[in-house]
């Protein structure tokens, strides 16, 4: 059973940049486009953007300017890094696995970190 | 990007009848090269993350009751629970992957009546 565990500050500052690592466990991140979702406060669903194991990414164009995604495969882990944050970023962040290639629609979720923005 | 719409935002059910809920989406998600619609619809308890129940707008996900089903095609689509039971009261979203950014509705929330 695939598992996905996200780790990360909880509370990041204004200006600065939020960092969070997915560790996928029960299977390899190989062979699989992975992607990053953050979820607003009483809200919806957004999606950030993928990374393939190897390395090939996709972004949002809503938050291209600001998101870096990247993989280690060693580690069986990919990380989401956002920069410039501002409060509008406070939100969960999940990370999710694509059921299938370049189809993304998400069928493994970690629990999802609450980040937090705020000084 | 496109945009999908639920409706009802929220919607109380008695329990063993039936629950539907619809999504509109703002452009066609069928794609014309294997005619499969780009749609999954999604249930989200409080303090979990979102479970995929159904993708190809009518294909239910592996472990998913059947009394879940999918319907609809080009722009609206719909969840229907054939008989509603307690451990169904949920947030349920539907999305695209039609394109890039795959996108979301802003989900219905189901109560028990």
């Known amino acids: 059973q695939v598992q996905l565990q996200e780790s990360g500050p909880g509370l990041v500052k204004p200006s600065e940049t939020l960092s969070l690592t997915c560790t996928v466990s029960?299977?390899?991140?190989?062979?699989?486009?992975w992607s990053w979702i953050r979820q607003l406060p009483g809200k919806g669903l957004e999606w950030i953007g993928y990374?393939?194991?190897?390395?090939?990414?996709n972004y949002n164009p809503s938050l291209k300017s600001r998101v870096t995604i990247s993989v280690d495969t060693s580690k069986n882990q990919f990380s989401l890094k956002l920069s410039s944050v501002t409060a509008a970023d406070t939100a969960v962040y999940y990370c999710?696995?694509?059921?299938?290639?370049?189809?993304?629609?998400?069928?493994?979720w970690g629990q999802g970190a609450l980040v937090t923005v705020s000084s | 990007d496109i945009v999908m719409t639920q409706s009802p935002d929220s919607l109380a059910v008695s329990l063993g009848e039936r629950a539907t809920i619809n999504c509109k989406s703002s452009?066609?998600?069928?794609?014309?090269?294997?005619?499969?619609?780009?749609f999954a619809w999604y249930q989200q308890k409080p303090g979990q993350p979102p479970n995929l129940l159904i993708y190809?707008?009518?294909t239910r996900e592996s472990g998913v009751p059947d009394r879940f089903s999918g319907s609809g095609s080009g722009t609206d689509f719909t969840l229907t629970i054939s008989s509603l039971q307690a451990e169904d009261v949920a947030v349920y979203y539907c999305?695209?992957?039609?394109?890039?950014?795959?996108?979301f509705g802003q989900g219905t929330k189901l109560e028990i009546k």
């Open positions: 999710a696995r694509e059921k299938w290639e370049l189809l993304p629609f998400f069928d493994y």
């Open positions: 029960g299977g390899s991140i190989s062979n699989y486009y």
């Open positions: 990374i393939y194991y190897s390395g090939s990414t």
């Open positions: 452009q066609s998600v069928l794609h014309s090269s294997n005619n499969k619609n780009y």
């Open positions: 190809w707008a009518s």
């Open positions: 999305q695209q992957y039609y394109s890039t950014p795959p996108t």
